[in-house]
């Protein structure tokens, strides 16, 4: 057994027929872990008793019941939690120090949903501290690495959920995405990487960074797999005031649909600055493929997007300072002075901009500006379907490479963060690999278009195959 | 003596709703409960990941206090967080309301004019800090079974110009929120919560009437915050012990502290709890977890509609219709449903042309000890009835029973022969009792003193 | 260098506003860090927003409201609120005493 080579949908139709057990398959995963993580840091804490219970509770319920697979959609199947996922009486640290001896009281309504639907959790994986961060090197542990180049980052701040599910450690890897954190370690792992409409997932239990930003998504190596995991974590939650009364989507139902007529818009502001030529021609190759799929490529603007980087470190800064408020050491963690660099950072710029004096100038003005950015994507979604661009402007960086300067880091999210600024939908697909190493390329649709990203992303998918290819662990 | 100095005083009243369940979340709502934490939740402990979601009858209870307090209405308005460190704040925020508060711009009316109100919002109560020696040492303990109540505040213009007006407000506005029945106001549990901004303004003729008041005028440059006040009587001496100290420093040619500061009810004195150093920063923004609420107009007409008469206005109609005083008819009920069922009990009385004013006047005086509420209103007439009725006898078969009476009783006689008439009650009584008849005091009064002289 | 200059005193006004307690290495350091990153977000200070509302949310949702029911799904016991807490006595939270209140 490879987990490399198995998929959710390999899975499922494995367990069925009896190829293997849920217990072999979680022990398959662990015996790649002990492999692989000591270089790879991954993983925060680990879940064996746990997975391998539950694993052989679910054996007995396949053995018994033939129609255990629509109860339970996802049985069998091993995933792994973002540390910033609450797991009740399984510690959560959010990557951080401050609360590392933390073992909640309750689980967050995603992980009840995936449980429930029979996903067995591997481990809590590693993350920049709290979220904050693109590259995995702002957690308060070590950091993660690159499966496909150890002297690399894996993108971030959901850098151990990419980096587990690319050695093989596990077949979905949960995420959030506030400004990137989903997008891009998918784009750097060679991943399909959703960051869902704002309100599609319930947030009741994930550890909040910028409450009005943060999109609970997941990475998995094919399209079919992650619309396969969206059918259950999707829904209205009674306990999230900010999720919608909109139907989930019969996402895997739409895969194989074509897509002739398509139109595609490509923001002529992602293909300017700073964008490394490498990348740029990866993806005009991905694009020549959608033409061939029968897709329409048409250049449109998106004219406030110079400003969507200033207004969202503004605006998340600020929520992610009254967020992180309540570490005060009284109910539960350290105090104060246990933050990272990065986590005090973001609380002194948050507490400017929210600062009497200041709050007009900084925040008020962001939330103007982010009005423009929404704005900017209801015209361009009024010319086409989607939106198509590079998931990073580079290739994986080196690790240690932007960590002494915050404003360089904080522009790798560039072609990210406006999505979430505009509360839309965002789909990192795998487009090729130059030098080795992975490139992501971004579908972008409006509120509620996940379903059409899909179907797209599906096609292209089906045509390229790039999630065949299997990291190397070189520079280890 | 004429004062130099007018008090300018204004009011934050903070009142905990009873709804069922808590502001944001679904735990028990008991601020009191016997046991600390035992109605905690991740929400309202404030643990990582846990979300607010509103509860309707809250805002419902706090949009229907401020049309009875003469508010407009916003029909747009939204939860703010207000960001500041406290042990007993779970989030270091507290959810409340800004600058979109649920109602502003009403009223209420004293005896020493009208006292307006700025604002009237709703937020959710902190925990409750206890503070005791453990092991030697001075330590707080923190009970978070209040975190999460619902509270609403209701602000006042600074219009208040004495302490006896601003006790006069004090228990006016918690007549109204009784009648509503969405608190019980109980101070001593901290279940209404006095607030009194004190200072002083120098007119430069001196006051002459307490009613002289220089509304709409300049303010004075600062003012000292009297917090943690737990009754109505305190609420008045600590004001005056105020007027008195802020006098004497205005005397001296000097500016009081702003400040915040407490009463001690012992030594009767107020004193300084916290310098204020100038506003604090809350850093309010809009919780971007509430989306804001609209209220659409059938919503509104829902809430007006089930909201009741206005509590003056029942007062005025009693004394248009039935002549019965206010301050009178303010001692038999608390709530509006309790005032329907008087309103049901007065038409019947009149229907049956019985008095209202004298039944209003042996319910306060507990002559007649019936629970207005615990029994049907046929019922209560009947035995209103029975008291105002008098049993058939005649003056002689009275006179046989007061022979018996007065022999038996012969102290009492003598008693009320030398001036004291009210052993006459007694005689009264006995007599009926012999007689086991009810009969009109008046004319057994006069027989019993018939016979007494004869 | 940068355009916004943030002094010592500003460093220490925001800790305190956000409750954090800073090194003289961490002063130093992030009054540059932040005067640079001001100096970024002070870009937008170019754009006109006149007459723009500000989105303080992104649904469009309102109205999101409960019903008034206790709930006792989530009830904590006394045990699981202060399961995680370095400091109790009984089924209290306890901290250093706070001048009163």
Known sequence: MDLLELTIKDVSEKLKLRVFSCRELVEECFSNIKKNDKKINAFLTLNEKGALKKAGEHDELIKNDKKIFDKKPLIGIPIVLKDLYTTKGIRTTAGSKIIEDYYPPFDSTVVKKLIDAGAIVIGKTNEDAWGHGSSGENTDYKPTKNPYDLSRVPGGSSSGSGAAVAYGAALVGTGTDTGSSVRLPAGYCNLVGLKPTYGRVSRYGIIAMASSFDSIGHMTKTVYDNAKVLEVTAGLDPYDSTTFPIKVGQYTKVLGQNIKGLKIGLPKEYFVKGLDNKVNNSIRDSLKVMEKLGATIKEISLPHTDYAMAAYYILVPSEVSSNLSRYDGVRYGGTREIFGAEAKRRIMLGSYTLSSGYYDAYYLKAAKVRTLIKQDFEKAFKEVDILIGPTSPTLPFKLGEKVDDPLKMYLSDIFLCPVNLAGIAGLSVPSGFVDGLPVGMQMIGPQFSEELLYKAAYLFEQETQYYKIRPEFKNG | ?454 | MTKKNLTTEDILHIAKLGNLTLNEKEIEMFKKQLSSVIDYIDKLQEINTENIEPSSQITGLTDVLREDKIEEKRTLTSDQALANTKSKEGNLFKVKAILTE
């Open chain 2, 1 to 454: 003596m004429d004062k130099k100095y007018y008090p300018i005083i204004g009011m934050e009243i903070h009142v905990q709703l009873k709804t069922k369940s808590g502001m944001f979340c679904g735990c028990k709502n008991d601020p009191n409960a016997k046991e600390p934490n035992i109605n905690t939740c991740p929400v309202c402990l404030g643990l990582p990941g846990a979300l607010p979601v509103a509860n309707k009858k809250a805002i419902e209870w706090t949009v229907k206090l401020g049309l009875a307090l003469g508010c407009k209405i916003n029909t747009l308005s939204k939860f703010d967080r207000k960001h500041y460190f406290y042990p007993d704040l779970p989030k270091g925020y507290q959810i409340s309301q800004y600058d979109l508060p649920f109602c502003y711009d009403g009223k209420v009316e004293t005896s020493f004019g009208p006292v307006g109100i700025t604002r009237v919002h709703l937020e959710e109560d902190t925990g409750k800090l206890i503070h005791q020696k453990v092991n030697g040492r001075d330590v707080s303990l923190i009970d978070f079974n209040r975190s999460g109540t619902p509270l609403v505040e209701i602000v006042t213009e600074p219009e208040i110009y004495s302490s006896l007006q601003a006790k006069e407000y004090a228990k006016k506005l918690r007549q109204v929120i009784r009648y509503l029945d969405i608190s019980d106001c109980d101070m001593e549990k901290g279940g209404m919560r006095l607030e009194a901004n004190i200072s002083l303004l120098r007119h430069p003729q001196g006051v002459q009437t307490q009613t002289g008041h220089p509304k709409g005028g300049q303010l004075p440059n600062y003012k000292v915050e009297l917090k943690n006040i737990n009754s109505f009587r305190y609420l008045e001496r600590g004001i005056e012990y105020e007027i008195e100290r802020q006098t004497e420093i205005l005397e001296e040619g000097k500016t009081p502290v702003q400040e915040t500061r407490g009463f001690n009810a012992e030594k009767n004195i107020t004193f300084i709890q916290r310098i204020k150093e100038g506003a604090a920063d809350y850093r309010y923004f809009p919780d971007p977890d509430l989306p804001p609420i609209k209220f659409s107009e059938k919503w509104m007409g829902e809430i007006r509609s089930s909201e009741p008469e206005l509590i003056d206005l029942v007062f005025t109609r009693w004394e248009n219709d039935y002549k019965v005083d206010r301050k009178i008819t303010e001692l038999l009920f608390e709530t509006a449903g309790e005032s329907k069922k008087i309103d049901e009990i007065f038409i019947n009385l009149t229907k049956q042309k019985l008095p209202v004013d004298k039944f209003v006047n042996a319910v306060a005086n507990k002559k007649l000890a019936v629970n207005l509420f615990g029994k049907n209103t046929g019922e209560i007439i009947d035995i209103f009835k029975k008291s105002l009725a008098v049993d058939e006898i005649t003056d002689d078969q009275l006179k046989t029973f007061i022979d018996k009476v007065l022999s038996s009783n012969q102290k009492a006689v003598s008693d009320f022969k030398s001036g004291k008439t009210n052993v006459m009650n007694f005689l009264a009584g006995m007599v009926m009792r012999e007689a086991k008849k009810k009969v009109e005091f008046g004319r057994l009064s006069k027989l019993i003193i018939q016979l007494i002289k004869s």
